[in-house]
């Protein structure tokens, strides 16, 4: 790639990030400031700020090479990553900050009292915060190695050393002015190309997405494999092909067919349908019900509750939010959709989540505009990767220097991040295979079987215990993690086996709430004595309080 | 209310002290009866207990009823489009109808759902602050 406009762009936002963050810095006297930005943020800032924080390396990159493999089905985890914010409007987002817990350790030890399911939870928030750490360093050494020709090791290691030293010196006050900063330059990212290459499209006289006759290559193309793969080719050979095999094709070639792709058209156009499938209608639903459930329980999206100065700002930020996020959604989509027209040979490669920082290239071409837009494209990728590890470092940070450091000062918060991005910059120098979106939808579904269950019982019945809680959260919280560990290390699996432990989340969270409430209507007499205060607290207006 | 003398055997030379007025704090008579029920609330008598226990149970009947929109209006798709597959090659403008659904409709149909959520549960927690504060009522 020889375009010189891409490492200034990302050099450019890495600096503006640490800019904000050192400007930040000297706002920030007290650990009130520090920690918890003295909750002075107005509710359109806090929302940018929790937009930018979420839309992740799995939302800017991810969704669009899923979109580009399979088609139809894997639009429910844009409309899954959206939802999870009304679910988290219904039914969390005003009890939990009147709660006035920080994190959801916190939250365990206000509504339960119990120091032991406290450290569970510490447990499952580190869990969790580093399993989608990992991909979003995985994401920007992916990104500057194919924007860049870089060593996957350097984006990753680059990304993972700026947020560390900026959560570590700037804390959270500058953390909220970089993410909202980021929100609008991700959605600028995506929205200014989106135009151009919607126009190509028109100007290239609408190539169809799915030609009756297959796909085929727009321009001559070589393409070297990434991954293994089995190749249908057009005179009906079969190829298999190794990382680094080299495939060289013509203007006109039809694309061949990717094995474990959807090659068809009715198959990536159509959604699928009841009868010959019914493990996709299962995976759908476990999709759903993970995206759905799974955003309340993420640790970085919860701290941000508490800058909120009452329940009914929360309430009003989180509405502001759902609709910040489900218009950067409309865009993920259609880079997927015109990536099939303009970049087939990712399939082949196997590199489908380069497609949105390849297609401006690849459709507009290498004249000026094409490289200024793939260098806005790049710039936005890194805003991503920055805001999401920034929000889930200060988060794990925060519960390490709370629970495990036992320390509530600046400087513990300090070692604590150090220590919080240091592991997940070592596990994603030794994952490079795996697919961005597959891991972050297993962090989705094991905060679903885990703090969800334990959100919701614990919010709107008086009757969990702690015991409960503890058995809940362990048993399908666990069984989550299991089906992550069998992913991630295990032998490939093959028919229901392989959909139950891909998409575990149909069968883990109703577990995870069926343990919860069954222990809890065992153990009844552990139920706190003080949950009917607890309820008042949560549930009325603060106005009303003496 | 004080008063100030005029000093005036100490002639001209020191300034007269600054005239000051004194005002009395504004003496609010708290209404006694919201006052008992806001009472009634912290210290969880039956009747406090009661009225908290309408408001949780009112607002999660109101989640819980959004949520069976939501889970009708979106988790319905996907059977939907799997018993009619024909659903599923309609057209509109050119765009297969569970790509518009899913790729465009959903986001201002989850805003709405959301959008209509916070107006009631801040009603209901209206209809509460005023029972707590108007109790005769």
């Known amino acids: 790639m020889g375009n010189d406009y891409v490492v200034p762009a990302i050099v450019a936002v890495t600096l503006v990030t640490v800019g904000i963050g050192f400007y930040g810095l000297r706002l920030a006297r007290t650990t009130s400031d520090f920690l918890v930005a003295s909750r002075a943020i107005s509710p359109t800032w806090n929302a940018a700020a929790i937009g930018g924080e979420y839309l992740s390396a799995a939302s800017f990159l991810g969704i669009a090479g899923l979109v580009l493999k399979y088609g139809v089905d894997v639009l429910w985890y844009p409309v899954g990553f959206a939802a999870g914010y009304l679910a988290l409007l219904l039914f969390v987002a005003a009890p939990l900050r009147r709660s006035g817990a920080f994190t959801l350790p916190d939250f365990c030890e206000l509504r339960l009292g119990s120091r032991r399911l406290r450290i569970l939870a510490t447990a499952f928030v580190i869990f969790i915060g580093w399993l989608y750490l990992v991909p979003q360093l995985q994401g920007a050494g992916l990104t500057l190695a194919t924007v860049a020709g870089s060593p996957y090791p350097v984006g990753a290691l680059l990304v993972a050393a700026v947020v560390t030293a900026n959560v570590a010196l700037g804390g959270m006050r500058a953390i909220t002015f970089v993410q909202a900063f980021q929100y609008w330059l991700k959605l600028t990212a995506l929205a200014v190309p989106a135009i151009f290459l919607a126009l190509q499209w028109q100007a290239d006289a609408r190539p169809a997405v799915t030609p009756p006759d297959g796909p085929t290559f727009r321009t001559a193309t070589t393409v070297v494999v990434e991954h293994r793969a089995t190749l249908t080719l057009p005179d009906g050979d079969i190829r298999e092909v190794r990382p680094g095999d080299e495939l060289t094709f013509a203007a006109g070639d039809p694309v061949p067919e990717v094995s474990g792709v959807a090659n068809d058209a009715s198959d990536w156009l159509l959604p699928s349908a009841a009868g010959d499938d019914d493990r996709g209608l299962f995976a759908t639903y476990s999709l759903i019900l993970a995206t759905f459930l799974g955003t309340m329980g993420l640790p970085h999206v919860l701290v941000r509750f508490y800058t909120n100065p009452d329940g009914a700002a929360a309430r009003r930020t989180t509405l502001v939010v759902l609709a910040l996020v489900g218009a950067f959604y409309l865009l993920p989509t259609l880079y997927g959709v015109l990536g099939r027209i303009y970049t087939p040979q990712l399939l082949i490669s196997g590199q489908t989540d380069a497609v949105v920082v390849l297609l401006p290239g690849a459709a507009l071409g290498d004249g000026l505009a094409g490289r200024l837009l793939a260098a806005l494209v790049a710039a936005g990728a890194f805003a991503a990767f920055l805001s999401t590890s920034s929000g889930l470092l200060t988060s794990v940070a925060g519960v390490i220097s709370t629970d495990v450091l036992g320390r509530g000062s600046v400087r513990g918060f300090r070692l604590a991040t150090v220590i919080a991005g240091g592991v997940p910059a070592v596990l994603a120098l030794n994952v490079s295979g795996l697919d961005v979106s597959q891991v972050v939808g297993l962090a989705f579904a094991v905060a679903a079987s885990s703090f969800c269950p334990l959100l919701v019982l614990g919010i709107w019945w008086r009757g969990l215990t702690d015991l409960g809680a503890a058995a809940g959260v362990l048993v399908g919280g666990g069984a989550a993690i299991g089906a992550v560990l069998v992913t991630v290390l295990g032998a490939p699996l093959s028919g229901w086996p392989a959909t139950l432990i891909a998409q575990p989340a149909a069968w883990t969270v109703p577990l995870a709430f069926i343990v919860m409430v069954a222990v809890s209507v065992a153990t009844r007499r552990r139920a706190p004595a003080d949950v009917a205060a607890t309820m008042l607290r949560l549930h009325t207006p603060e106005a009303l309080r003496l | ?137």
């Open chain 2, 1 to 137: 209310m004080a008063k100030q003398l005029p000093d005036v055997g100490s002639g001209g030379a020191v300034p007269p002290p600054r005239r000051t007025r004194i005002v009395l704090a504004e003496i609010t008579r708290p209404d006694s009866r919201a006052e008992r029920t806001r009472t009634e609330l912290a210290q969880q008598t039956q009747v406090g207990e009661a009225l908290v226990r309408g408001l949780v149970r009112a607002q999660l009947a109101l989640a819980l009823r959004l949520s069976l929109v939501v889970a009708i209006g979106l988790g319905g798709l996907p059977w939907l489009f799997a018993i009619a597959p024909s659903l599923g090659r309609t057209t509109v403008a050119g765009v297969n109808l569970p790509w518009l659904l899913l790729g465009v409709a959903s986001f201002p149909f989850l805003i709405a759902v959301g959008w209509a959520y916070v107006r009631l549960a801040e009603r209901n927690e209206q209809d509460f602050t005023d029972l707590v504060q108007r109790p005769e009522r």
